[in-house]
């Protein structure tokens, strides 16, 4: 299905009588079901996020790491630069534009389904990884700030798999060996998936969390969400 995308969002949504929050007029309008994809690198999200969208009639909101010039010079520099600053910027970057890709998918779900392949949970957990001191207070800080002021996802959809099944699908993707520096963060990252980090930010809000383990093919994946997500709307 082709949606048509507007930025006259005047026409969306309906003005509410009294002032409130971003989050609750975001919420004031009826609105379809918002679901968000979160894993790993190697979990597939991106092309089960698309199926699922597709199979759901929904608009597909995806981070936008093209557009993000820290994250280019971290690849060409990969190994032999490890600046604090430049990881900082990263990390603002990708929060930034994916608070302004969920507000921006709140406002359409009056019209259609929303899909995202990201959470909100992602920057935090790179953060984590990469900054420390002050800079990481800070970020937090920052993220605890945003993260309460959104409205979240009906429900967030959490893909798991093994630390051999990532790495082997990286190197499929890839078409090359992976070195030994890439598998330790692979297995770091893996780690804070598997520290529940993504059920707890959600554990106040009124998102469903679920855990699906990707340890097989994306058909067979995609057939197990969509029974669950059956379950749960």
């Given at each position: 299905?082709?949606?048509?995308?507007?930025n006259d969002y005047g026409s969306i949504i309906n003005l509410p009588d009294i002032e409130m929050t971003l989050k609750d007029f975001l919420k004031y309008n009826k609105r379809n079901p918002v679901i968000a994809f979160t894993g790993p690198a190697g979990i597939w999200k991106s092309t089960i996020s698309k199926q699922?969208?597709?199979?759901?009639?929904?608009?597909?909101?995806?981070e936008l790491p093209e557009l993000n010039p820290c994250l280019k010079v971290i690849k060409w520099t990969w190994g032999k630069v490890n600046d604090i600053t430049l990881w900082w910027n990263n990390q603002n970057f990708f929060l930034s534009t994916d608070v302004a890709q969920i507000i921006k998918a709140f406002i359409h779900s009056k019209k259609f389904?929303?899909?995202?392949?990201?959470?909100?949970?992602?920057?935090?957990?790179?953060?984590?990884i990469k900054l420390k001191w002050k800079w990481?207070?800070?970020?937090?800080?920052?993220?605890?700030?945003?993260?309460?002021?959104?409205?979240?996802?009906?429900?967030?959809?959490?893909l798991q798999a093994d630390n051999s099944v990532i790495i082997k699908r990286l190197n499929e993707r890839w078409g090359k060996h992976i070195d030994e520096h890439i598998i330790k963060m692979i297995e770091t990252i893996n780690h804070y998936y598997n520290?529940?980090?993504?059920?707890?930010?959600?554990?106040?809000?009124t998102s469903r969390v679920l855990q699906i383990q990707n340890n097989v093919s994306v058909e067979e994946t995609v057939k197990n969400?969509?029974?669950?997500?059956?379950?749960?709307?």
């Open positions: 299905m082709n949606i048509i995308e507007t699922v969208a597709e199979l759901l009639w929904a608009k597909l909101y995806t389904p929303i899909v995202f392949d990201f959470a909100l949970t992602q920057t935090l957990i790179f953060s984590d990481l207070e800070t970020f937090n800080d920052m993220f605890k700030l945003q993260f309460k002021s959104l409205p979240k996802p009906d429900i967030v959809i959490e520290s529940w980090i993504v059920p707890e930010s959600y554990q106040w809000e969400i969509l029974y669950e997500i059956k379950k749960k709307v």
